[in-house]
């Protein structure tokens, strides 16, 4: 019957628009969670160097682990912003 074929291809496209909806909402939550990661660690590293501007310190080595950390997201973020442009 054409109308029970009709509503199979209505139900079957509707079920894959809101596939598509909620895979943007995971990348979407992803690319946000990322991107407050890295504030934190941009926060850390203003800390940090506000904390050695005021005691007159030079800048130690520990502060390469937290500019990887931020790179690595950065690059993640750039991923997930991809997979957002599918949508």
Known sequence: MPIIDDLK?????AMDEIEDA???TK???QAKSISKEIMRN????????YEAFKNGETIPE???NTFR????EQ???KKIEEKLKQF
Do not use: R
């Open 9 to 13: 291809a209505f139900a079957s496209q």
């Open 22 to 24: 909620v895979e943007e």
């Open 27 to 29: 990348i979407k939550s």
């Open 42 to 49: 941009y926060a850390i590293i203003g800390k940090y160097y």
């Open 62 to 64: 520990e502060l390469i």
């Open 69 to 72: 950390a931020i790179d690595e």
């Open 75 to 77: 690059e993640e973020l």
